[in-house]
Each structure stands twice: as C-alpha cells, then as structure tokens.
C-alpha cells in the first residue's frame, strides 16, 4: 500500500519529496515545505481523510545551550536541510480510514522562522492542532483562521517547547 | 411598522468555574436570544505543561505524569505511553503481563463511561444517576486499590511488563463484580437511558455527519457515534485484543443520543472482555527484566491506542538517552473539543450542556 502512496507522491511532485523513511512500518515523507498543501489535497483526494496528529520537533543547532542537567542531543533526525540556525521538524500523521494506511509527512523549517501553510481548509480537525504547535513551538501558520495560542495566555513570552526556552521561576 | 422586533447578540460566558463543564473549561457563547450563534471553547486553565517535564524526566520518572492527564481513566494514559515506550526500545512483554493490563484497561474504560453516564444525567438534571454510576465505580476502584494501592493514580505499568501480581481473591472479586454489573446495567436503562426526558433531549441533538466528525479528526466513542467504526484496538491491534472475542459499537446518527448509546453499550463489551481475559490469564513472568537505567535507542515513533475518550496518540523522539529529547501527547478530548463549536451552532443555550456532555471530555487531558 505505502508503495503506492509513495509513487503517487513521488510522479504528483516529482520536486517535492526530499527524502522517504521507514518508521516502524509506517511511510514517512520529507517534502519542501512549499508543496505541504498541494500535497495534502492529493492525498485528501486518495482517501487519507483522517488527519490523526500535529506535532513539532525542535532540531537546536548545538550553540544552543542544553537544558538544565540535560545532555547535548547528538541526534540529527535524519536529512538536513542547510539550515545552519537549526530547523523546526513539523509532523503530519495522516490516516486513510478506509484501508487502515498510515503516512506520516514531515517538513523542515528555518527555526529562526518557522512559517508553513495552513491545512485547516483540507482538514478542520488541524484548527486546534496547528494552534498548539505555534503556542508551544512557534511555528507560524499562514493562512490560518484563528492563530492565537491556546493553552498558555495570551500574553505569555516565548514558546516553552523549544530547546532554549528558559523556565520562568 | 415593522413585525420584526430587533434582537442584538450576547456573549455569555459558561465557566472556568461552572459544573457542566466538567472542570476548569471556558465556553465563550455568543447568543442571538437562546440560540448559539458561536461558542469558542477557551482551554488551558490545567495546563501544566507535561511535555516539557517530559524532556526532563528518564522514560520511567514520566509515567506517573500520564496518570494525570486524563484523570478518570488513568490506567490507560499508563497504557499509551508504556506502548510507545516499549516499541521504541524492542522491549518483550510477557504474556502474563498482557493479560493483566487487558484487564486493567477494560475495568478502567467501565469506570471512566460510568462517570460518563453519571455526569451526562448530572447535566440533563437527573441527579439519581450520578449515585448509582459511582456507587459501580467504587467496587472498580476497590479493584485497582487491591492491585496496586491507589484508588486513581495507579502508575502501575512498567516498561515489559507491571509493577506487581494479582492479589489472592482479585478474580472472585472481579467477577462477582461483573455479575452484579450485568445485573444494573438494566436498572440504569429504566431509570435513565429510557426516560422520555432523556431522549427528547439528546435525540437529533447536535449532530455531526461521518464525513464531518472523519474531517474534524473526532475519535473514540463521539467518532463511533457517528457510524464510523474506528476503534485503534480493531484497526491497530496491541497488547491481546486481537485473541478475544469482542464487538466494535457504534451508532449512526451521529447525535448526543448515539454518542451516549455508544458508552454505555462498550460497558458490556469490556465486561465480557476482562470476563475473557480472566478465565484465559496464563501463568508466568509479570515483567521482563529492563535496565535499572533504562536507555531507547535513538529514534522515534508515533503508537496510538483507544483510550475511554478516543485515539491516544504518543509521539517519542529518543536521542538514545535516558530522557526523552521530544514527547508529544496526542489527547483525544483536546482534538474532539476542536469540533464542539461546529456541533453547537444553531442550538439553544440548554443543548450546549447536552452536547459538550456528550463529547465527554476530560480538562486534565485537554489541557496537559
């Protein structure tokens, strides 16, 4: 099934896919973060209609100071993109209800500026998701209906995922 | 003169502090007369920020947080994590030990619908409910307390296996609770699920279509309320679902009723599940043995399971350390939340209550 996935993504855009992984049986595809949503709608179309999961990964370059009593990742997190000031990994787990498929997309961003497109016109159920990300990552949405944070206040400073966020006393 | 008398909009605020939102929930509900025009839930009152403590935690300090979360169900916030934890890093289970947490699971997803169907009739002001639901939910309790000391926040799962054996008597005991469950579980339809109220207030109510609850990513018994049979322990089986003899349940309207339906039918599907996993126990080891430090390989993986509340999805990236470098929690009630506002329009202020019970989420959850 992933095969076929796979090559329907690979002849829809031939540019786009940057590398494919195999994580625990489920295909994962890195793409450019300029085809995410005509990407999405494609595999919208081909019956992935469950959008289960959004989530963000900060990659710090290592200039970035580890937290407190934490080591220094070593770990890459597979292919790089060129982004010296370090990257943002955003993780899309999609599922097609019908056969039981799982794909999981996945986009680098420049961490300095991390801005990608909404997909809350494909799935509605991203509108919560994306807001978190950007609460906690600072991951900018464009496009997006109601970017506000949603779990922190409003007036709260700073994104408390990333790697150099410093834990207010 | 003009018929029409003019009306102006009125934003209203149901919570923080308000019983029917089941804890520290903000609703902010514009209103044309009684009718909602919108309701924007306002979340994150609880939040504690679970998945930064994570990233400062070893993999096995971060299991007693996934009690916390979702609070009524707290056996399988264990289970969600455990399992990602365990397929990251290869780690064997016994059989045994599969056994036991089926039966965990399953007495933990009664215990949390029987809240469920206590504090849905609690909203809808039937108060005798409530004390028949917790008055079952009391001998599930007694149960977990027998087994691991706690009452609500168990951290009873370990990586490859649990933390301890059943006691001598738990199966006596478990059973006759089945039996005297069985036996209630009519009485609860007489006295609640039946009652004309009841139906005239939940029937056609908020309703949501397969293709719209599939596109707002709802999952659990409010996607199953809809008709569409998805449940992660049919789609994606782990632990031993896939040895026992069980029915997925849904309902195909798609309202308050159906999602309602839902739970209190999966009531009797997990008695006879951990009916069925009691007489098949096997005997042997409870837990593999795991490093006193234990280390996951670099990596990552995203492992889901059917919580009471819908898809638990947990996402774990391990640089190989002893901490975890990035742990996402996929909540079900936070997502399904998401959709509250499309369900509500157009219904009168009354039916909010009704249909965000109906949702049944958890703020501890929603909010992490």
Not at chain 2, 136 to 149: A, K, P, S, T
Request: charged share 25%.
């Amino acid at each position: 099934m992933s095969e076929q996935t796979e090559k329907l993504i690979r002849d829809s855009f031939p540019d786009a896919v940057i590398e494919t992984t195999d994580v625990f049986g489920t295909l994962n595809v890195k793409i450019t973060p300029a085809s995410l949503v005509p990407i999405c709608e494609l595999l919208h179309e081909h019956g992935f209609n469950y959008l289960a999961d959004i989530t963000a990964v900060d990659w710090a370059p290592p200039s970035v100071p580890p937290l407190q009593g934490g080591k220094q990742s070593g770990l890459q997190g597979g292919k790089q993109s060129g982004l010296q000031g370090g990257r943002i990994e955003v993780v899309y787990q999609l599922t097609a209800l019908e056969r039981n498929e799982k794909l999981a997309l996945r986009v680098d961003l420049d961490r300095d500026r991390p801005e990608i497109d909404t997909v809350t016109a494909i799935w509605k159920g991203a509108d919560f998701q994306e807001r978190e990300v950007y609460d906690l990552m600072g991951v900018v949405f464009v496009g997006h209906p109601n970017l506000r944070r949603i779990l922190t206040p409003e007036n709260w400073e700073g994104f408390p995922l990333r790697k150099d966020y410093v834990i207010p006393d | 003169m003009s018929s029409r008398i003019r009306t102006e909009l009125v934003e209203i605020n149901m919570g923080p502090q308000h019983p029917s939102t089941h804890g520290v929930l903000r609703l902010a509900v514009t209103l044309d007369g009684e009718v909602v025009v919108e309701c924007h839930p306002d979340v994150g009152y609880l939040h504690r920020g679970i998945e930064k403590l994570a990233e400062m935690r070893t993999w096995v300090q971060f299991i007693p947080i996934t009690d916390r979360l979702d609070y009524l169900a707290s056996m399988l916030g264990n289970a969600g994590y455990i399992y990602a934890v365990e397929k990251l890093g290869a780690i064997e289970v016994p059989e045994r030990a599969e056994y036991i947490r089926v039966i965990m699971m399953e007495l933990q997803r009664i215990a949390s619908h029987l809240v469920f169907f206590g504090t849905m009739a609690l909203d809808l002001g039937a108060t005798t409910p409530f004390l028949y639901a917790f008055r079952e939910r009391e001998d599930i309790l007694d149960l977990f307390e027998m087994v691991c000391g706690a009452r609500l926040t168990y951290n009873y799962f370990r990586p490859g296996g649990v933390s301890r054996d059943l006691p001598a008597g738990f199966a006596e005991k478990a059973k006759a609770y089945i039996k005297k469950q069985r036996e209630r579980l009519p009485e609860y339809d007489d006295l609640f699920t039946n009652n004309q109220i009841f139906i005239a207030r939940t029937r056609n109510v908020g309703v949501i279509s397969a293709e719209d609850a599939i596109n707002y990513s709802l999952s659990g018994p409010s996607l199953r309320g809809s008709g569409v049979a998805y449940d992660v322990r049919r789609a994606d089986p782990y632990s031993v679902y896939d040895k026992l003899d069980w029915q997925v349940v849904t309902y195909p309207d798609g309202d308050a009723l159906s999602r309602f339906m839902v739970r209190v039918m999966e009531i009797r599907q997990s008695l006879s599940i951990v009916e069925q996993a009691l007489d098949a126990l096997p005997e042997g080891e409870l837990k593999c043995k795991t490093p006193q430090r234990l280390k996951l390989p670099a990596g990552e993986i995203y492992h889901h399971i059917e919580s009471a509340r819908g898809d638990l999805g947990v996402y774990l990236v391990s640089d190989g350390g002893e901490k975890p470098y990035r742990l996402k929690w996929r909540a079900p009630s936070f997502i399904n939340l998401g959709a509250l506002n499309s369900m509500v329009k157009g219904w009168k202020i009354a039916d909010v209550v009704a249909i965000l019970g109906s949702l049944d989420i958890v703020l501890g959850e929603v909010d992490r």
